[in-house]
């Protein structure tokens, strides 16, 4: 959401190339008041959805008038990361000792490309491991696409699908994400495919993030640890590709349909416009 706004801000030309698609919580927010509703008959009125987020700009994103389906917000309140952890400490919860769960059922699932978002190039991954068995009819021998991972600001990549060349871009940070845009309108370079974050690193360091000092940070590369803490997450799970989710293949066969059509762009998408700077 931070990224958005910017763009909204100060490139509003690249608006109509924006994808469409709401950010991850604010579709969950989404099918909570509606598919899960509707499968255990409750008043989506009735419903208050929370989001715990990395980023302080989901808590503005949130209230956005575009984030409501049938004049219900998808979700109510976003509390971040540093939040949440005061509440456990004000509550005297030894976090570290508390057993291992499941997630419910009912949108419990998850693959390794969900883990990965949180990373700078997460985004392109995921998507391409996707993008890739959709148009070549088959999976990615090897699903870890290297070359769009790591901390630098801007990275390039070109990825053979069905043998062409498709050119990507990472960038993030918004000073990164404005040189990479101006050398676009100066035709400097062309992409098929972009990935921004608005905070350096990616949602790992963002600013609802607990806090590394100082110190710290002369000794510690905090967020390449964060990010590789993301990547064994994503090396470890048994399902690394986002359409191979059982809960989202169910979601479309009982509920959404056919992927992009009328009631999956009515729950799961929306639309920007540009803002004035000042």
Not at 247 to 254: C, N
Request: glycine letters at 10%; charged letters at 25%.
């Amino acid at each position: 959401p931070g990224w958005v706004t910017y763009c909204e801000t100060f490139f509003p030309e690249f608006i109509p190339n924006l994808s469409s698609c709401k950010s991850p919580h604010q579709m969950t927010g989404a099918i909570v008041k509606s598919y899960f509703a509707e499968k255990n008959g409750i008043d989506p009125k009735n419903i208050y959805v929370v989001s715990v987020m990395p980023c302080t700009a989901k808590k503005y994103e949130s209230k956005r008038d575009e984030m409501k389906v049938n004049g219900l917000k998808d979700v109510d309140a976003v509390i971040t990361v540093r939040e949440l952890a005061r509440m456990i400490n004000n509550a005297n919860i030894d976090f570290a000792r508390l057993p291992d769960g499941k997630f419910d059922d009912m949108l419990g699932d998850s693959t390794g490309a969900a883990d990965i978002f949180g990373a700078t190039g997460g985004v392109m991954e995921a998507a391409l491991r996707t993008v890739y068995s959709v148009l070549v009819g088959k999976e990615l021998d090897d699903v870890n696409l290297t070359a769009v991972r790591g901390m630098e600001g801007i990275k390039e990549a070109t990825i053979d699908i069905a043998g062409k060349a498709v050119k990507v871009a990472v960038a993030s940070g918004s000073g990164n994400a404005k040189a990479l845009l101006e050398a676009i309108k100066r035709g400097e370079a062309d992409y098929t495919f972009i990935e921004i974050m608005g905070c350096p690193g990616g949602c790992i360091n963002g600013g609802g993030q607990p806090i590394v000092s100082a110190k710290d940070r002369m000794y510690v590369d905090f967020k390449a640890l964060r990010a590789s803490a993301l990547y064994n997450e994503d090396a470890g799970k048994a399902l690394r590709r986002s359409h191979e989710n059982p809960s989202i293949k169910k979601l479309y066969d009982e509920y959404l349909g056919t992927p992009g059509g009328h009631k999956s762009h009515e729950l799961l998408h929306t639309h920007y416009y540009a803002r004035d700077k000042y």
